[in-house]
Antibody, heavy 122, light 110 residues
């Protein structure tokens, strides 16, 4: 079964660092881009960025550039999203999602992780 | 970066047809994909490309596109279709390896 399994919920204080993970299985992890999506409480989906685990090519949404770091360890089929200094406004659900193809006409995100809830509160 | 605009809420009577739209300049260059999200669950891909359904998605879901507008149509809406729906496409301005979501449409099945 093709799946993405994310790490568990986190509760952190402002200023702390955090790294959450997304582990792929059931497919060739290095051959598919992995994207990250934020959903703040009661709000819509926001695109954060994407990484190609095969060569770690990474692109960020302008809104998130400099605010987070996306990385991957292909040896363990895992992508990461990290913060160096969390803010209360980072409180949200974070999803990873697999880009199904690089063919433009069929582009989409077909497999989603279950989400990681990050709560930042003093 | 590009923006995608959706109506915040739409309602449909059980068994009737509903169209959810998404507008944006990037849709002149790229197809939209559509995601269904039910409360407390991760999004699920329902339509991608010109009009493709992933395995397991009922054929009452279909997609179309014209100019700067993409549409998701549910023909014969069921109670279980009540959910939030998001469109998504690549960004056609600047960094083309960037994606953008619409604000989402809350579908109510009456």
């Amino acid at each position: 079964e093709v799946q993405l399994v994310q790490s568990g919920a986190e509760v952190k204080k402002p200023g702390e660092s955090l790294k959450i993970s997304c582990k792929g299985s059931g497919y060739s992890f290095t051959s598919y881009w992995i994207g990250w999506v934020r959903q703040m409480p009661g709000k819509g989906l926001e695109w954060m960025g994407i990484i190609y685990p095969g060569d770690s090519d990474t692109r960020y949404s302008p809104s998130f550039q400099g605010q987070v770091t996306i990385s991957a360890d292909k040896s363990i089929s895992t992508a990461y999203l990290q913060w160096s200094s969390l803010k209360a406004s980072d409180t949200a659900m974070y999803y990873c999602a697999r880009r199904r193809t690089t063919v433009t006409t069929d582009d989409a995100f077909d497999i989603w992780g279950q989400g990681t809830m990050v709560t930042v509160s003093s | 970066s590009s923006e995608l605009t959706q109506d915040p809420a739409v309602s449909v009577a059980l068994g009737q047809t509903v169209r959810i739209t998404c507008q944006g300049d990037s849709l002149r260059s790229y197809y939209a994909s559509w995601y269904q999200q039910k409360p407390g669950q991760a999004p699920v891909l329902v339509i991608y490309g010109k009009n493709n359904r992933p395995s397991g998605i009922p054929d009452r879901f279909s997609g179309s596109s014209s100019g700067n507008t993409a549409s998701l149509t549910i023909t014969g809406a069921q109670a279980e279709d009540e959910a939030d729906y998001y469109c998504n496409s690549r960004d056609s301005s600047g960094n083309h390896l960037n994606w953008v979501f619409g604000g989402g449409t809350k579908l109510t099945v009456l």
